[in-house]
Every structure is written in structure tokens, then in C-alpha cells.
């Protein structure tokens, strides 16, 4: 087998082994004897290990936040950018829940390292929402705060739909959710103006 069919087979192989059983059930030796190689042939495509090969399989889903919010620079207003994040990021946390759903069970069980894995998702949203923010906000410090409180809204809006249904579209559409966050957006944006002077 090629050397790159062969790193490839490897996520391939780790990738329904961590489906199946999770990701702390399942060793390398495992990964290794399923991809038909040694460990040591592992290990000289993914030095890192199990940790390196979580973060290709990661990858390997493409749900990369910095390729699909590449929009966020193009908008033309800050309620723009809601509107377009509100179409969106639904979707995108969506796909990642439902993808990585066999993370959830192990997160307890997660090291440091892995855990610092899972967060490069979140933080890569967040940095992309800022690029698009700091186009309409004139302040640094504003821009961040409400890229977070955007992150925030909306994530805990598709982790609770998740979580209860479609019994949350009945107390507030997504729309009425842009709708919302504009009004504390804006809300926001006086108060600190109010405060500069």
C-alpha cells in the first residue's frame, strides 16, 4: 500500500473505530490492526500519536469554521452579518454536533490535550465572527464582546433545539432570534457610546 493510502486508511479506519466504540476505547494497537500496518508504521505518519490522529479525524469531517464563515468579511452591515450568521452557524453547529455525537460520551474521560483539541472549533467560529464584527464596530474591545454574545446566542440556541426539539421553534423562530440579537447588539453599541463621552 502507498504511503498515503496508507495515512488516509489509517483516519479512515480510526474514524469508524471511534464511531463505534469512542474515542477512549480505542487503542492504537486497534487503529494499527485494522488498518493493516504495525504501530510503529503508525506512529511515523502521526508522531503525536492518538491525540494527532483525533485531530485528523476531526478535520477530516470538514467542519472548518475559517472556510465556511469565509463570507463574514463580505457584509455590508453589522445586521447583515447577523442575519447571514443566523442562517448559518445553525447549520454548521448542527453538522458538527451530529458528526462528532461520539465525542460527547467520552468528554469526561478526555486529557488536557484532547480537550484543547475540541476547542479549536469554537475558537476558529469565534475568530471568524470577529473578522466580520470588527468590519462595523470601531472598537477592538466592542468587536469582541459582541462576537461573543453572538457565538453565544446562537450556539446555546442550536444546543438547546438539540437538546428539547422542535419545541423551541414554537417559542422563538430563528428569526425572531436575529431579531433579538440586533436589538442587544444595538443596544449594546449605544450604551458603550454613551459610556465613552
Not at 22 to 37: E, H, L, P
Not at 56 to 71: A, N, Q, R
Amino acid at each position: 500500500m502507498e504511503k498515503t493510502n496508507l495515512r488516509e486508511e489509517i483516519i479512515h479506519n480510526s474514524r469508524e473505530l471511534f464511531e463505534k466504540k469512542g474515542y477512549s476505547a480505542v487503542s492504537v494497537r486497534q487503529i494499527a490492526k485494522k488498518s493493516g500496518c504495525t504501530a510503529g508504521s503508525l506512529y511515523y505518519f502521526f508522531e503525536g500519536g492518538k491525540l494527532q490522529i483525533l485531530q485528523e479525524v476531526i478535520v477530516s469531517y470538514g467542519i472548518d469554521p475559517v472556510h465556511s464563515l469565509e463570507w463574514v468579511t463580505e457584509t455590508k452591515s453589522l445586521d447583515e452579518l447577523i442575519d447571514r450568521l443566523i442562517l448559518e452557524l445553525p447549520k454548521i453547529f448542527q453538522t458538527r454536533i451530529r458528526k462528532l455525537n461520539w465525542l460527547q460520551f467520552d468528554i469526561s474521560r478526555l486529557g488536557l490535550d484532547e480537550i484543547d483539541t475540541l476547542k479549536i472549533f469554537p475558537l476558529g467560529v469565534i475568530e471568524a465572527i470577529l473578522r466580520g464584527v470588527n468590519l462595523h464596530a470601531n472598537d477592538l474591545v466592542l468587536s469582541k464582546q459582541i462576537a461573543w454574545m453572538l457565538f453565544t446566542t446562537i450556539s446555546g440556541y442550536v444546543e438547546m433545539a438539540e437538546r428539547i426539539g422542535a419545541d423551541i421553534e414554537k417559542q422563538c423562530t430563528l428569526q425572531e432570534l436575529g431579531e433579538t440579537i440586533k436589538t442587544m447588539v444595538k443596544s449594546f453599541i449605544h450604551e458603550k457610546e454613551l459610556e465613552s463621552y
